[in-house]
């Protein structure tokens, strides 16, 4: 059984959220970046938390525009990876996407993050593009992996 559930981030997640950014990412997003989203309409962030701490344990995020869905983030805390979270995760954004039937969802990953790549081919995701020096820190490219809803 699951000690955790996934829900809609609101602005009392984002300490947490700044934090996960700071162990997770060369470029971590900013306690206003978070903010923005949460006024941004077109922005649909969602967090896994854990049921008896209320700590956040991972977060997705996705922009649906025009039913184009545009995955922004996905991280889990290290220390909580392997547990099946980014996988619940994104069956949650795959399921939003049918539920307000968008055509496709796509991201972007590091070439290396082979263990990303994984779970998105898992998950039907198919490589469609390249974008050259998409990352920084250090510098490296972005495989495009795409999902037709």
């Given at each position: 059984m699951k000690n955790y559930n996934i829900q809609k981030i609101d602005i009392s997640h984002i300490e947490q959220l700044v934090l996960l950014e700071k162990e997770t990412s060369s470029a971590p997003w900013s306690y206003n970046s978070f903010l923005e989203e949460l006024s941004n309409i077109a922005s649909k962030y969602f967090v896994a938390i854990d049921n008896k701490t209320n700590l956040i344990l991972g977060y997705i995020g996705?922009?649906?525009?025009?039913?184009?869905?545009?995955?922004?983030?996905?991280?889990?805390?290290?220390?909580?990876?392997?547990?099946?979270i980014a996988s619940d995760l994104l069956a949650y954004v795959i399921n939003f996407s049918l539920k307000n039937q968008l055509i496709f969802l796509t991201l972007e990953v590091r070439k290396s993050n082979h263990n990303a790549i994984r779970l998105y081919e898992?998950?039907?995701?198919?490589?469609?593009?390249?974008?050259?020096?998409?990352?920084?820190?250090?510098?490296?490219?972005?495989?495009?992996?795409?999902?037709?809803?």
């Amino acid at each position: 059984m699951k000690n955790y559930n996934i829900q809609k981030i609101d602005i009392s997640h984002i300490e947490q959220l700044v934090l996960l950014e700071k162990e997770t990412s060369s470029a971590p997003w900013s306690y206003n970046s978070f903010l923005e989203e949460l006024s941004n309409i077109a922005s649909k962030y969602f967090v896994a938390i854990d049921n008896k701490t209320n700590l956040i344990l991972g977060y997705i995020g996705l922009h649906n525009i025009s039913k184009e869905g545009y995955i922004t983030n996905i991280a889990v805390f290290e220390k909580y990876r392997r547990l099946g979270i980014a996988s619940d995760l994104l069956a949650y954004v795959i399921n939003f996407s049918l539920k307000n039937q968008l055509i496709f969802l796509t991201l972007e990953v590091r070439k290396s993050n082979h263990n990303a790549i994984r779970l998105y081919e898992k998950f039907g995701f198919v490589l469609s593009g390249l974008r050259r020096y998409f990352y920084q820190n250090p510098d490296e490219d972005a495989l495009i992996y795409t999902l037709k809803i």
